[in-house]
């Protein structure tokens, strides 16, 4: 049994590889910085792999999945992602530009290009982490936001595709709201809300994930959230979300 997991260098992707291997997954470790995913090898007591990829660049993630795929991967866990904050008129655009490779393009061409494999066994379970960011408008985040609501679309999209051919193949989006990662810093932000802890995050998801749920919403403030975003209009939203992301600034 083998996990590949992207962004395990820190937060939600650490942790899930960590909820993994508990259960009895060897990994494949991936992300930027090799020191952070060598001292995650040395506390994990099942075989882990190292591929050190910068995600930004499409040849990446495909020499990511180059060196994987011979490795019979049961698990795919797409999570390296960050968020590029502020005005979308004042953000660099060479920086969102990269975000965007890194939260679409890296998910959408990983997800491809193991789906395939998966279908081929009809077996794999492939796990997208977009955020609550993706069931709103998000001004002053705004990219970010979008980027989330992408990938959480493609993988419902996929999900109902995967159910009406009968594949025994799942795919699902972790959808958590704040969480204590180093998510805020990347981003130059705090919360004005309590974030959950990143390994609460993890046991919840991956226990939802084995139990089949399509979308997973850790922690009770994010589910009725999500509940009245779907029963608001858009443009009240929009507004409550401005209020959230305007009280971050100057932090
Ligand atoms: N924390 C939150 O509040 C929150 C809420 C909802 C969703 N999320 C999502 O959860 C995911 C994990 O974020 P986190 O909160 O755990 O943040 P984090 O602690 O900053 O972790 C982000 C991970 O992504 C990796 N990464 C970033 N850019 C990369 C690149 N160009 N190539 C390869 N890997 C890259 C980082 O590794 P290296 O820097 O070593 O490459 C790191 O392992 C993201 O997709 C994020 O959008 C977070």
């Known amino acids: 049994m083998k996990a590949l997991i992207t962004g395990a260098s820190s937060g939600i992707g650490r942790d899930i590889a960590r909820e993994l291997s508990k259960r009895g997954y060897d990994l494949i470790i991936s992300a930027r910085r090799e020191d952070r995913l060598l001292a995650l090898r040395e506390e994990i007591k099942t075989d882990v792999r190292i591929i050190t990829a910068d995600l930004s660049g499409r040849e990446e993630c495909m020499r990511l ?26 953000t660099e655009l060479a920086q969102e530009i ?12 990983l997800t491809k290009l193991f789906l395939k494999d998966f279908i081929k066994k009809n077996s794999g ?10 069931f709103m408008p998000g001004p002053l985040f705004a990219s970010y936001y979008a980027s989330k609501a992408y990938v959480l679309r493609l993988t419902q999209g996929i999900r109902e595709e995967l159910k009406k051919a009968g594949r025994s193949v ?40 084995f139990s089949g749920k399509t979308v ?22 929009a507004k409550m979300a401005y209020g959230i992301q305007k009280g971050k600034q100057g932090k």
């Not at 922690?219 to 608001?232: I, N, P, S, Y």
């Open 65 to 90: 999945y180059e060196e994987a795929r011979g490795e019979d991967i049961d698990i795919l866990v797409n999570n390296a992602g960050y968020g590029v904050f502020g005005a979308f008129d004042e």
């Open 125 to 134: 379970y492939i796990l997208n982490v977009a955020s609550s960011a993706g």
């Open 170 to 209: 799942y795919i699902g989006a972790l959808c958590p709201g704040p969480v204590n990662t180093e998510f805020n810093d990347t981003a130059g932000v705090q919360f004005g809300m309590h974030g959950l802890s990143p390994e609460y995050v993890a046991e919840y998801t991956v226990k939802k994930m």
């Open 98 to 109: 990269s975000m965007l490779d890194v939260n679409i393009f890296s998910v959408h061409i």
């Open 216 to 237: 997973i919403v850790p922690g009770a403030v994010m589910k009725v959230t999500r509940f009245f975003a779907k029963l608001l209009p858009d443009s009240v939203v």
